[in-house]
């Protein structure tokens, strides 16, 4: 993709940013010297960017937001930096942050500089150690995450969310996907809002916690990745997510998130909760991720973010709702 003036895009970027650092670090010989998409490219754009400069070569990983859309949500990626030094000045597993630039000011882009953690992911860990191995240490990460002090999640993230108030804000993202399976959904809702716990442990939400977003090395989780939609809520959310992502490789679909073969209730002791009490999180986190999947498929077909993956996991929303409401009515015995 070129511009206007018939510059290659990725160029652009690369010359804009090397000015920006080469400034905010008082380098003037500081050189970008590549700029190559990193990653899934599931989760917004990143680029791993090498850097030359009088500490000497060095890899970044450059996440930017997209030009043209408001910067809130998923596309403020200054507040992705800004959650991520928060976390990572109390010792927990994230990327260090280098720099920030929060408006679009980079190339029409806001952008965050990260460190590049060099880690396995779940399948090389899978391979070597075991499935459980993975669940062990990914459950592990997540109880160092929610140590994160209440005072610092309310200064970087506001006030907390109740258990519905986040479900709902799910469910009203699945009704604006015009999904065929919204009915079923709202079936799905309405019980959960009734039978919503009471006196849940609130903290840190990453919101997207599931093994494709986790580095491991030497048995532990050494980075947490994708913080778009971090939250201040209910802390067993992130235990729902973790948990459907290994209720999805019953689908047979395209699983990013991470087929890791463990038994919810599995899970469940792993992070010290009853079974029970972890269930309601586990229905709601599949009601969220079918709202994902069939919102994503929408803008896909409307040419607003191409990415065909959604095209395969159409039948996956079905399969999420229906998992849901079995665990509604009969709780975690059979998964």
């Not at 699945?174 to 903290?203: C, I, M, W, Y």
Request: proline share 5%; hydrophobic share 40%; charged share 25%.
């Amino acid at each position: 993709m070129a511009t206007g003036n018939g510059v290659p895009e990725v160029e652009r970027i690369r010359a804009s940013l090397e000015a920006w650092l080469g400034g905010l670090w008082d380098e003037s010989t500081l050189r970008v010297t590549s700029l190559e998409p990193f990653g899934s490219g599931h989760s917004g754009a990143t680029h791993l960017a090498t850097v030359q400069s009088a500490r000497g070569s060095e890899e970044f990983v450059v996440r930017t937001s997209v030009p043209g859309v408001k910067l809130s949500g998923p596309n403020d990626v200054g507040r992705q930096g800004r959650v991520m030094a928060a976390l990572w000045s109390e010792g927990a597993p994230v990327p260090r942050v280098h720099a920030i630039e929060p408006d679009a000011a980079i190339a029409d882009r806001a952008v965050v500089v990260l460190e590049r953690v060099v880690g396995d992911d779940w399948c090389t860990v899978a391979d070597s150690e075991g499935h459980r191995a993975v669940g062990e240490a990914a459950v592990r990460g997540l109880q160092r995450l929610r140590e994160t002090p209440s005072d610092l999640l309310s200064a970087i993230l506001g006030t907390a969310e109740s258990p519905t108030e986040e479900l709902a804000r799910w469910f009203g993202l699945l009704e604006r996907s015009e999904s065929e399976s919204a009915g079923k959904a709202k079936r799905v809702f309405d019980r959960l809002v009734d039978d919503e716990p009471s006196n849940t442990p609130q903290g840190l939400v990453h919101g997207d916690f599931h093994y494709g977003n986790l580095l491991f090395r030497g048995g532990e989780v050494v980075a947490v990745l994708d913080w778009e939609i971090a939250s201040h809520g209910p802390s067993l959310s992130d235990l729902g997510a973790l948990a459907v992502a290994s209720l999805r490789r019953r689908y047979g679909d395209p699983n990013p998130t991470g087929d890791v073969d463990i038994r919810l209730d599995e899970l469940a002791a792993l992070y010290g909760v009853d079974h029970n009490d972890a269930a309601w999180f586990i229905a709601a986190a599949c009601v969220k991720y079918a709202a994902i999947i069939a919102y994503n498929l929408r803008l896909h077909r409307s040419g607003r973010k191409h990415d065909p993956i959604y095209e395969a996991l159409v039948g996956t929303v079905p399969c999420l709702l229906d998992d849901a409401s079995d665990i509604v009515e009969h709780g975690l015995s059979d998964l």
